[in-house]
């Protein structure tokens, strides 16, 4: 028998295989237990509610992602590599993470409470201000070209790399979203910094 911790992560395992495999974005607690091979009353046992199990499934990609951001900043001086390498690890991890990305992207929640909407939003808008931090860190070194708003420029950032986790859901996950990356991140590096 798997010990509480173990059927959790099952039961969160198992929600995000499924969103990844669900085109219309709806999992049901009913399919849910079915996949989990446990009853529906077992998975209130873990949790408490379907948006507990989004909740968590947001907490692990927060936690996830800003560990690997913070060792980033710390690691990394230049702002242009912050910025770069920021992006990249959230495209990756969507790449690697295809329920995941659904979920970033809100696809999986629609129809679900607006707080869980609320959580998506607050994900973004934290990657947005890290970037914003680094975009002004890059205008106090004069690193930025020209007349370039750190804000301005953090939201058309956030912007580009949710399209192309989009383009990657869009694809039913066939186009990689760091696919022409590089590319792409010369021509924004190109206009973005001097």
Known sequence: MARKGQRREEILQALARMLENNTDGRVTTAALAQEVGVSE????????????????LIEFIEESLFTRVNRIVEA???????????????????GKNPGL???????????????LKGRVNQLLERLETQLKQVLKRARLSSQLSGETDALAA?????????GRINQY???????????????QWAILEGGLFQ
């Open 169 to 183: 859901s869009r694809s039913n996950f066939r186009v990689d979203p760091t696919h022409q990356w590089s590319a």
């Open 101 to 115: 990305a659904r979920l970033m992207l809100g696809e999986s929640i629609q129809g679900e409470s607006d707080s």
């Open 154 to 162: 953090a939201n058309l950032l956030v912007a580009v790399v949710h």
């Open 41 to 56: 009353a077992a998975l209130y046992r873990h949790f408490g509610s379907k948006s507990q199990m989004f909740e968590a």
């Open 76 to 94: 990394e001086e230049d702002p242009r590599e912050q910025c770069e390498s920021i992006l990249r690890l959230w495209l990756g991890f969507a």
